[in-house]
């Protein structure tokens, strides 16, 4: 594939901006290419500078569930945008969103419109904290919860010791209330609040990993970080800014019957656009001002584009709850077919419209056997793949994303793609 232009711009962003990219992962590192500049979208179709036209399976990292630029959306958008692009002050709309994701995710009974994943994680933190009086918060190794510093860190040298920061200019400080727990690992959660009597005011926890690539939760890992939080009076917090509206229009929490105490949602609800949303029961949202003395505040939240193309995603959503159905048929084809051409080569891990192909045997349930997968396999697959006009993450460590404008042709092309692939290995 032509990608010159691509090369031009890039060497002109890295003189003006950190790496060339305004996200790190999009620099393609890992893959050892050159980043394909992105010029339209279209559908199931993203088309480069150059002209290349790729099926698309990143879809945005999972805002595209109903595929790029439909026309329904758009419409809605364009209306908006004539209307003004934002007032700083209360819409009908906004309050049109909250009631609609109170009727289909039902534990977020109070909810608070921000403008990412990372602003919706902060706050949700910050009402758990306020309204438990406790500050330690457990996270897990491999789930990623946006750059909030206090949440941006990794396991120091045992999971009862307090974390050190994954990332330069966070202050030890600022992460000293974070612990580490194993993703599926009951023992590890055990062990801190065993340790933390009292102490804890949340366990937050992506109730799919997808992150680390796709990760299920083991069968009662959910039920278990339900119960045990009762147990000591801490909350719940399910991080579903992928997962929700992605594996139903309840999110994960309806997929595995369990309910959490805060949930934090972005992505799908913006409709493409920026957008996040936090919420729970109402008694611990009154906390979040001007109702209670937890502050949290934002210019553009709830602004009236993002929630005119929110609202009609899920209003389509809503229309068609058959799409479900079909992205799992999709996402199983994929999968299936990976798992028929490379057999025991590789893993695959699937829940609905996610899939992730980890190049390591023997299943992946967590951070560690993630990150055994051979990354240097991964990135002769990626430009494979990408050489044949097919348009995945440039990570080992993020999801296939499928969309309900993938056709059927494009499952079967993608599969035949797969099928060649591991069978020119072989």
């Not at 040298?157 to 727990?181: C, E, N, R, Y």
């Not at 229009?249 to 595995?256: D, I, S, T, V």
């Not at 919420?279 to 949202?285: L, P, S, V």
């Not at 990150?371 to 995945?392: E, P, R």
């Amino acid at each position: 594939m032509m990608d010159e232009k691509s090369k031009e711009l890039f060497k002109r962003a890295k003189k003006h901006m950190p790496g060339g990219v305004n996200s790190p992962v999009r620099a393609y590192g890992a893959v050892g290419h050159t980043p394909r500049f992105i010029a339209s979208a279209k559908g199931d179709r993203i088309t480069d500078v150059d002209g290349n036209e790729m099926i698309d399976y990143v879809c945005s990292w999972g805002p595209g569930i109903l595929g790029h630029a439909h026309p329904r959306v758009i419409q809605k958008v364009k209306e908006a945008c004539e209307l003004g692009m934002t007032y700083g002050a209360p819409t009908m709309r906004e309050v049109e969103l909250a009631e609609l994701i109170a009727r289909l995710v039902p534990s977020m009974e109070v909810s608070r419109l921000v403008n990412s994943g990372t602003e919706a994680v902060m706050s949700a933190v910050r009402v758990a904290r306020g309204f438990t009086k406790r500050d330690k918060i457990i996270k897990f190794k491999g789930c990623y919860h946006g750059h909030f510093d206090g949440l941006l860190v990794k396991a120091g040298s045992g999971a009862l010791t307090a974390s050190q920061p994954d990332s330069a200019g966070v202050p030890v400080d600022f992460t000293k209330h974070t612990l580490i727990a194993d993703y599926n690992d009951k023992e590890s959660v055990k062990r801190l609040f065993e340790a933390n009597k009292k102490e804890i005011a949340a366990v937050i926890v992506e109730p799919v990993a997808a992150n680390m690539g796709v990760v299920l939760p083991d069968k009662d890992f959910l039920p278990f970080l339900r119960e045990i939080t009762l147990q000591y009076g801490a909350l719940l917090i399910f991080d579903e800014v992928i997962t929700g509206f992605r594996l139903g229009l309840g999110g994960a929490q309806e997929f595995y019957g369990i309910t959490p105490d805060l949930t934090t949602l972005g992505k799908i609800i913006g409709g493409g656009m920026p957008v996040g949303a936090y919420g729970g029961r109402e008694e611990i949202m009154r906390m979040v001002a001007p109702d209670g003395p937890v502050y949290q505040a934002g210019t553009l939240s709830g602004n009236p584009i993002a929630t005119a193309a929110g609202l009609e995603t899920l209003t389509i959503l809503i229309e068609d709850t058959s799409i479900y159905e079909r992205l799992e048929q999709k996402g199983q084809a994929l999968a299936q077919a990976v798992r028929k051409a490379a057999g025991d080569k590789v893993t695959v891990n699937q829940a609905g419209s996610l899939l992730s192909i980890f190049f390591t045997s023997g299943g992946v349930h967590n951070y560690a056997e993630a990150v055994s997968s051979d990354t240097a396999a991964y990135a002769d697959y990626f430009g494979y793949m990408l050489d044949h006009g097919i348009y995945i993450a440039p990570s080992q460590y993020e999801a296939i994303f499928v969309s309900d404008a993938h056709t059927e042709e494009d499952i079967d092309k993608t599969c035949r793609l797969l099928e060649n692939y591991w069978n020119q290995m072989n």
